[in-house]
């Protein structure tokens, strides 16, 4: 058996040393010391390479501890199924732990964390499913020893390849880390404890009810209340969830008392299996752990709301200073005025590095880049830490460079925002805000949770902040319920809203996960009073003659894109086929519902009215319509719009090709209509029908 064993690393060595440590280290990007990397597309077979020597680690470890405990290596029909359970115990939990990351096994630190981290969840998991599906006839030996017996191969194949091919490789910072994220703090709500200890008690009788009708316990399960007081004491501790002023936010906050749960959870089925308490109820066991995070999430989510209120302010005899205070004393009133008005006059360029330069120079140079700073003083500069619209309208000096701290999307009413703005800010001042977009909030969500629940908090935060206020039902309910903050706003949908509101978008950067946007005042806000956020659009189009026509589609972008043409159009140009390139408007519904027309049937309504023909020159913006000469403007204007373009029947690929159908349409169809019609529209039908020609 020793020889086997021997065979086995032997190839596993092959194995590894074909694999280049070199390669990998030319792929990472080090971040200020830390030891974090990523990699390109060449880690996509490194984590192939490392997924099959652990799955044969695996196999060797349970089959080493099946030979010792049996004495052959066959399999009876109850361990097959032990392995089956392995390997899909192992799958999840290495991927829970990050073990198949290359990136994991670069230095000694992040590589005995991930093993650790993999062999806990093993055990756990491994166990929870014996306990859960009664599998109580298998052996302890075997189980436990199977989960330490792959840790052990796991350190022994690294730390030897690592001796012998990459001496260097060292991570002493990860492991002060380990120790660090074990130590206890003292910061915690006593109140929280006492609250939660009365549940840990009352989920337990509440169980023992429920499963025998009384409150009197058997004998004996005192000593399985007394396990389940010592988990809840330990792992409240190890996750600190009783500290209050550690979490930045509510998802912090409940993760921390879901991780104690779980832990408390999976440890009591290591303790049923590894002690050979089945003799008592697992209802009672587990079922008495699950009742209480229920009732935990009931309790910590008011309690929360609760201590996040406002605080009052503190009496001045309740401050540290009061005895300072208390002494009152003359202060001078010979300052000199000339000093305070030198400063005023400074340039704002100065103010800005002031305050930005050294805690966020990315930020200060965005606004050093796009702005014309020297030209505006200190006096004409605002800065604001409120999105409530009563700070705008004090009396103050006439304002060039307006800038607000808070996110936008705390706004209430944002329309209204902008415009008080508007009306504040001189003729070519500036705006300067930030705002979680979809996209941002998106990593930020993934970088701060564990990408195994980050998915299913997306979602629900998704639901919650982005679908429930553009509910008509649902959206008094939800801005009852926030006031109108945190809501998630579309890239696409805040610049629109500045552009609708008078704005030009200068200039827009991502920095520190927000979307920081500068706008300039350069027009009167928009006379439209019902810009289109439902799912259907009403559509200013140049028909017949000139004429303005409302055309009607699906919504196949962002609210308030339409007020983003000619931002998008300088921002990107045109791809082939005339339409605008890499629109970040159009959502991916809406990239669904043009490739098969669907967003274009309301505009056979058009069709009905008489707005437009079957056959015709597209229906075109006013700012798309600029782009083309006068000499083709006056040959539109004498035909009408139509559902098929010309461009179906000839395909053309620039905007000058574009140009050049739309010319020979026109001529023909001026010539012989009912002719031109018949031609256009076969041609176009084979052009979409069969050979595939499709809308972007």
Not at 126 to 132: A, D, N, Q, R, W
Not at 612 to 631: M, N, Q, T
């Amino acid at each position: 058996m020793a020889g086997v064993v021997v065979v086995a690393i032997k190839i596993l060595f092959d194995q590894i040393k074909r694999y280049d440590i070199e390669t990998i280290k030319e792929n990472l990007v080090e971040y200020s010391g830390q030891e974090r990397r990523s990699f390109d597309n060449k880690g996509f077979i490194s984590f192939g390479r490392i997924f099959c020597i652990d799955f044969l680690l695996l196999n060797l470890a349970f089959f080493i501890c099946y030979f010792f405990k049996r004495g052959n290596l066959e399999l009876t029909g109850s361990y097959a199924r032990l392995l089956f359970m392995f390997y899909l115990c192992w799958l999840v939990t290495s991927f829970m732990s990050k073990k198949f990351k290359p990136a994991s096994y670069i230095a000694y630190g992040t590589c005995l964390l991930t093993f650790l981290r993999s062999f806990f969840y093993l055990t756990y998991s491994i166990t929870f499913l014996v306990v859960v599906f009664g599998f109580a006839s298998y052996s302890r030996l075997h189980v436990f020893s199977t989960c330490f017996v792959v840790l052990v191969l796991d350190c022994l194949v690294w730390c030897t390849y690592n001796k012998i091919f990459n001496s260097r490789a060292t991570d002493r910072v990860s492991l002060k880390n380990i120790l660090a994220s074990i130590r206890l703090e003292n910061n915690i709500s006593w109140a929280l404890v006492l609250m939660d200890l009365i549940l840990v008690v009352a989920a337990f009788f509440m169980v023992n009810y429920l499963k025998r009708g009384q409150l009197a316990l058997l004998p004996g399960y005192s000593e399985l209340f007394v396990i389940m007081l010592g988990l809840w004491f330990v792992f409240s501790a190890i996750t600190r969830k009783f500290s209050m002023g550690r979490f930045k936010n509510v998802y912090f906050f409940i993760w921390q008392w879901i991780k104690a749960g779980g832990l408390m959870l999976a440890t009591m089925t290591v303790l049923i299996f590894g002690l050979r308490l089945f003799y008592f109820s697992r209802f009672q066991a587990l079922g008495s752990i699950l009742i209480l995070m229920a009732l935990e999430f009931v309790m910590i989510s008011f309690y929360y709301i609760i201590s996040q209120g406002e605080k009052p302010e503190q009496d001045t005899e309740a401050d540290a200073r009061a005895g300072n205070r208390l002494k009152q004393e003359d202060i001078p009133l010979n300052f000199d005025v000339d000093i305070i008005r030198q400063k005023l006059m400074e340039p704002a360029r100065e103010t800005l590095k002031t305050r930005f330069a050294s805690n966020n120079p990315e930020l200060f140079e965005f606004m050093v880049q796009h702005m014309v700073l020297n030209d505006m003083l200190r006096m004409e500069t605002a800065f604001e830490r409120s999105c409530e619209m009563f700070g705008l309208v004090s009396e103050r000096v006439p304002t060039r460079l307006f800038f607000n701290y808070v996110k936008l999307n705390d706004i209430r009413r944002m329309n209204a925002y902008f415009l008080w703005m508007h009306g504040m800010l001189l003729p070519g001042g500036y705006f300067v805000g930030n705002a979680h977009t979809i996209e941002t909030h998106y990593k930020w969500i993934y970088e701060k949770f564990p990408r195994y629940i980050a998915g299913l908090i997306y979602t629900v935060d998704f639901c919650f902040n982005r679908v429930m206020p553009k509910l008509p039902g649902l959206q008094k309910v939800y801005f009852a319920i926030t006031g109108g903050k945190g809501r998630v706003v579309s890239r696409a949908e805040l610049l629109g809203r500045l552009s609708f509101c008078g704005f030009k978008i200068v200039a827009e950067r991502e920095i520190d996960q927000r979307l920081y946007v500068i706008a300039r005042k350069v027009k009167t806000s928009s006379l439209d009073t019902s810009p289109t956020y439902g799912p259907l659009v009403q559509l200013k189009r140049a028909g017949w003659g000139g004429e303005m026509v409302n055309t009607y589609k699906f919504r196949t972008m962002h609210p308030y894109s339409e007020y983003l043409q000619e931002y998008v159009y300088d921002l990107a140009g045109l791809q082939k086929g005339g339409k605008i390139e890499d629109d970040f408007r159009v959502t991916t519904w809406g990239r669904f519902m043009r490739k098969f027309w669907l967003d274009e049937l309301p505009m056979l309504y058009n069709w009905i009215k008489g707005d437009l023909s079957i056959v015709g020159v597209r229906p075109l913006s006013f700012h798309y319509l600029a782009l083309y000469d006068a000499e083709l403007r006056e040959l539109r204007k004498k035909v009408k719009p139509g559902l098929v373009p010309p461009f179906y029947a000839d395909l053309p690929g620039t905007f000058e090709e574009i140009c050049d159908s739309e010319r020979r349409y026109i001529k023909a169809f001026l010539k012989r209509p009912f002719r031109t019609q018949c031609v256009y529209f076969w041609k176009s039908f084979v052009n979409i029908a069969i050979r595939g020609a499709r809308s972007k």
